[in-house]
């Protein structure tokens, strides 16, 4: 396993090199963000394997994180790539020891987090899925932030805390997303454990809801179980 990942690393950066054309393709903002997460994600897998190369996820993440660095503005702003692309600058500021790109990220992450979810919790899309995929970030960013010793913006906390509560919310009695809006039928109980244990809340752990109203996204849930 160790060689074939190593040997998919030397594949990428021989033939998916970052130009202008590839930003539109294979280095899209929101997939360089999702590749920074899952390349920090395999080292760490690898990490005492010696037929692993561990610097070559390094110098590849650097260029990830500089493309990063350049890539915002009021779409990002608005939009869940915004998050996800930052989560990705986050994890790498944090693994390299890269403070202006952590701040940079936490900046940016709670400036999404303030515009992108309303009062009752639910990410604006309107789409469970979005709303799962942005509070991994967010969740994600927490933990990785409490193992380091990075500081969070405590409106990002809470807002993220918000998050979770709606996540239960939008799912059914077995713990996947309702299939609403551009969403698949993910289970979500990992992810509300997660949050449960971040905030030790036991009411955001998985289990039987109670029929939420959550009317700043005029989303209401009737539950019998």
């Known amino acids: 396993y160790a060689r074939q990942a190593a040997d998919l690393l030397?594949?990428?950066?021989?033939?998916?090199?970052?130009?202008?054309?590839?930003?539109t393709t294979t280095w899209r903002p929101l997939e360089a963000g999702i590749?920074?997460?899952?390349l920090l994600r395999t080292?760490?897998?690898?990490?005492?394997?010696?037929?692993?190369?561990?610097?070559a996820v390094e110098r590849i993440l650097r260029v990830h994180a500089?493309?990063?660095?350049?890539?915002?503005?009021?779409?990002?702003?608005?939009?869940?790539?915004?998050?996800?692309?930052?989560?990705?600058?986050?994890?790498?500021?944090?693994a390299l020891g890269e403070e202006l790109w952590r701040d940079t990220a936490v900046?940016?992450?709670?400036?999404?987090l303030q515009m992108q979810v309303l009062s009752d919790g639910s990410h604006w899309e309107q789409s469970p899925?979005?709303?799962y995929e942005v509070l991994h970030c967010a969740l994600d960013s927490v933990l990785a932030a409490r193992e380091t010793g990075a500081e969070l913006p405590e409106e990002f906390l809470e807002i993220t805390a918000r998050m979770s509560a709606a996540l239960k919310a939008w799912c059914r009695p077995d713990g996947r997303l309702v299939c609403q809006s551009d969403s698949d039928?993910?289970?979500?109980?990992?992810?509300?454990?997660?949050?449960?244990?971040?905030?030790?809340?036991?009411r955001l752990a998985p289990g039987a809801g109670v029929s939420t109203a959550l009317t700043d996204s005029g989303n209401y849930m009737l539950r019998d179980s």
Not at 35 to 38: D, G, L, S
Not at 107 to 112: A, D, G, K, V, Y
Not at 185 to 202: H, K, N, P
Request: aromatic content about 10%.
């Open 10 to 23: 030397k594949e990428w950066e021989q033939n998916a090199p970052l130009c202008e054309q590839s930003k």
């Open 35 to 38: 590749r920074c997460e899952t």
């Open 129 to 131: 899925l979005y709303h």
């Open 107 to 112: 900046q940016r992450m709670t400036r999404c």
């Open 185 to 202: 039928a993910v289970d979500a109980t990992g992810m509300m454990s997660l949050a449960a244990a971040l905030f030790e809340d036991e």
């Open 66 to 94: 500089a493309w990063l660095m350049e890539s915002d503005g009021s779409f990002q702003a608005l939009s869940n790539w915004g998050m996800i692309q930052n989560h990705g600058l986050l994890l790498a500021g944090l």
């Open 43 to 55: 080292a760490w897998l690898f990490r005492e394997c010696p037929l692993f190369d561990v610097s």
